[in-house]
């Protein structure tokens, strides 16, 4: 009996130190809890609604919000997220709900409704830019709380990776919730609050992670460096990187990216719709010393909108070295007399100017004198949709499926039905988009430069020692904010 | 500390001229020397495109001046004309140039010159109409109160009674004592659309790339202030040194042409 009792002593006294213990671990677990995560941003987002957010920052901070049904691989193919998809028809998709699937922020479970009720607000409302993008469909048959099928108007063999729109409550969509300012969705990062700068809870772990604007680079690193802010990605000169990588006190990751950098051509100027001209510029422009002196590291030369690793990307594809004395006797074969002037238009950003001004200097032996017009982005965007430019300079941020050598050069595809913004029409071309022989189209893309390419810009982020667990992602996501963690020392 | 700010403005006019005839290349770009410090070759550095800092200094010092004199000269004209007929005539030409006066006074300067060249576009031509259009009023203002007096000094009624006509009255027998005030003023005016002139580049609404600015190197410098400090040092310290040279010559012209200053 003695021995029994001296058991039942040291049982409890064991139960009380693993209660003990759990205590000071969920102390411990408090103590990274609320110690927030703080993100310093040079843009803040503009919207919360998927509905109608264009803008990156938006985009990126929805990923995490919400999820959608498809997502995409490494090799950019679409993946199953929510859902799996099965293509019954070119104009018939099959959607089949996973389970289990996580409930919305405000515990509610998320049903085929919910999936029909989003798409169908998406064709519903009257100002979403993405409406044009799903018009396609024709209708949603929910067959059950976890089946549903798309119909399309015409056939789309690429309808499942458009599968990519975050899903919202039906419930709410119905009572015309303000899903821009009070965002519910399912997704790893639930909303909290948004004054000056935006709070979100990590739903697995409570861990608070802050988004706030901080517009200057200088400023931005000064806090980074202060410890005011965690972590930084992107949206830095190439030279305040460089100096953020000698100090010891924050961590540099810096990866390859996958946003298209390219010269913008108006295939309808005179003088640009002669090829010899078209690669006189392209031979205009010393790519690789640009990289290396005012780019970030992993940026690469370009040769398509899609990367090599593209499951569509073609490795084959050489790029245009830097010969003014070529280029100058391309203009000259092309009859045209020296120097040859062009205008190029760009946005007010710093870097872009900047790089607009060394191009200016580069094309100056080649025979081409560069007149750069720096507009504001609303000016400069609409200037180019509306093909009044002779050459502009922009990116293709976070593409994913070939489709866009079909929406930027099928000669059927000038805005406002697609975006060939420069109006190129070549028949070969057209045949090879038709086919998709995507290997064959970019070869040709490549050799009648309707765009000059230039480079995939490298992605970066810059945290303090405290923060693990985040990378930069090609495209520039911010999907790491669902596991980055922040130890207290 | 007089003859150091005759001394530093000197040296900018100086620089002026050099800049001209040693024909620098203020935009030739060296991607090789990029935010270089301060070396034998480039003795004020280089800046975020390779280009010397010195050359773009002293053409940007050129933009200054060139604006300066430009924007000084046809807002005193106006200011002086404006005053003179308010002062001279009186009653409702006084009252409605002055209405008009204050409103513009109404406004901040420099904001009102920021909404002038946002509405005009980015440019040098637009930057002097836009700093015209706001800097005149000083002028009128000043003009108008002394103009006011001296309109009933006796020399003024004498030659009014020998039958001067009015333009003869303005300029024959007002304006000659109002020159040193206007000299005074318009040295001030020079530094203050020095200054103008800077901001409204710094905000991308003056001098456009690739011509050198003041006001545009600094917002490029601030940009690289923590990599290279000595660009955003090199031409923050120009512009203060030549404003602060100005200023100060002001207050000396203002003293040496006080008559009631005892010798």
């Known amino acids: 009996m003695k021995y029994l009792r001296f058991l039942l002593i040291i049982y409890f006294l064991q139960l009380s130190a693993c209660d003990f213990a759990s205590k000071d671990t969920n102390r411990d677990a408090s103590v990274h809890q609320s110690t927030p995560i703080h993100f310093a941003l040079s843009q803040a987002p503009l919207s919360l609604d998927p509905r109608v957010a264009t803008d990156a920052a938006s985009e990126r901070v929805i990923r995490l919000i919400y999820q959608p049904l498809v997502d995409f691989d490494q090799n950019f193919k679409p993946t199953p997220k929510l859902a799996d998809w099965q293509m019954v028809s070119a104009t018939e998709y099959l959607v089949s709900l996973k389970s289990p699937r996580p409930l919305f922020h405000n515990q509610q479970p998320l049903n085929a409704e919910d999936v029909k009720a989003t798409y169908d607000a998406i064709l519903q409302l009257a100002n979403s830019p993405l409406s044009a993008e799903y018009a396609n469909i024709q209708k949603i048959t929910v067959h059950d709380a976890e089946h549903l099928t798309f119909y399309l108007k015409q056939p789309d063999p690429y309808f499942a990776a458009k599968l990519i729109i975050g899903i919202m409550p039906k419930q709410l969509l119905e009572q015309q919730h303000d899903f821009a300012r009070y965002p519910i969705g399912n997704g790893p990062l639930a909303f909290v609050k948004k004054n000056n700068k935006l709070v ?92 290396d002196k005012v780019m970030v590291n992993h940026t690469r030369i370009a040769g398509a909108i899609l990367p090599p690793e593209h499951y569509a990307g073609n490795h084959s594809l050489k790029a245009y070295d830097y010969n003014p004395q070529l280029a100058k006797r391309l203009l000259t074969e092309a009859g045209l007399s020296l120097p040859v002037k062009l205008i190029y238009k760009t946005s007010t950003d710093a870097q872009r100017v900047r790089i607009a001004t060394i191009l200016q200097a580069q094309m100056r032996p080649a025979g081409i004198e ?93 945290s303090n020692k405290k923060i693990t667990n985040y990378s930069p992602k090609p495209d520039g996501n911010w999907d790491d904010l669902a596991t980055i963690r922040k130890y207290a020392h | ?152 000094r006796q020399h003024v009624q004498a030659a009014e009674s020998l039958g ?31 200054i103008a002139e800077a901001s409204l580049s710094f905000l991308g609404l003056g001098i456009q790339a690739p011509d050198a600015s003041w006001g545009a190197m600094l917002r490029d410098a601030v940009r690289y202030m923590l990599i290279a400090p000595h660009y955003v040092l090199i031409v923050g310290g120009c512009l203060m040194s030549l404003i602060l040279a100005i200023n100060l010559g002001g207050d000396y012209l203002r003293d040496a042409l006080d008559v009631r200053k005892p010798d």
């Not at chain 1, 930084?232 to 540099?252: D, M, R």
């Not at chain 2, 106006?78 to 009252?95: E, H, K, S």
């Open chain 1, 200 to 291: 979100l809870r990590r739903v697995a772990d409570g861990q608070i992670i802050t988004l706030s604007e901080v517009k200057d680079p200088t400023v931005r690193v000064l806090k980074l460096l202060r410890g005011e802010t965690d972590l930084l990605q992107g949206e830095l000169p190439a030279e305040l990187v460089k100096y953020l990588q000698t100090k010891p006190e924050v961590t540099v990751k810096t990866s390859p990216g996958a946003n298209y950098s390219y010269l913008g051509l108006n295939m309808q100027d005179p003088m640009l719709s002669s090829l010899k001209v078209r690669q006189a510029i392209a031979h205009a422009i010393d790519r690789q010393a640009l990289i």
């Open chain 1, 370 to 462: 560069l007149e750069i017009r720096s507009l504001d982005w609303g000016t400069f965007f609409e200037d180019v949709k509306q093909g009044n430019f002779q050459l502009f300079g922009l990116t293709w941020v976070g593409i994913k499926t070939p489709e866009i050598y079909t929406n930027v050069f099928a000669s059927n595809h000038f805005p406002p039905n697609g975006f060939n913004r420069g109006r190129f029409s070549d028949a070969t071309l057209d045949s090879l988009l038709e086919k998709e022989d995507w290997q064959a189209a970019t070869d040709r893309i490549h050799e009648q430069l309707p765009y000059i390419p230039l480079w995939y810009e490298g992605q970066f982020a810059v």
């Open chain 2, 1 to 152: 500390m007089k003859y150091t700010s005759y001394l530093i403005l000197a040296f900018w006019l100086i620089a002026v001229l050099l800049g001209n005839v040693l024909q620098l290349n203020p935009n030739a770009i060296d991607l090789e020397v990029i935010l270089q410090a301060p070396t034998a070759q480039h003795w004020f550095g280089a800046d975020d495109l390779g280009r010397d800092i010195l050359a773009r200094v002293l053409s940007g010092v050129e933009v200054s001046f060139l604006v300066a004199l430009i924007v000084t000269g046809v807002t005193m004209t106006i200011g002086v004309f404006v005053g003179l007929l308010a002062g001279f005539y009186g009653g409702r030409v006084d009252a409605v140039l002055m209405q008009i006066t204050d409103i513009f006074l109404a406004f901040p300067g420099i904001l009102l010159a920021i909404a002038f060249a946002a509405v005009l576009g980015p440019g040098l031509g637009n930057l002097i109409v836009a700093l015209c259009l706001t800097g005149w009023v000083s002028y009128a203002r000043l003009t108008r109160g002394q103009t006011l007096s001296l309109r009933h």
């Open chain 2, 164 to 194: 001067a006509g009015v333009p003869r009255l303005l300029f024959r027998h007002i304006l000659p004592l109002l020159a040193s005030i206007l000299v005074v003023e318009a040295t001030y005016s020079l530094a203050s659309v020095m």
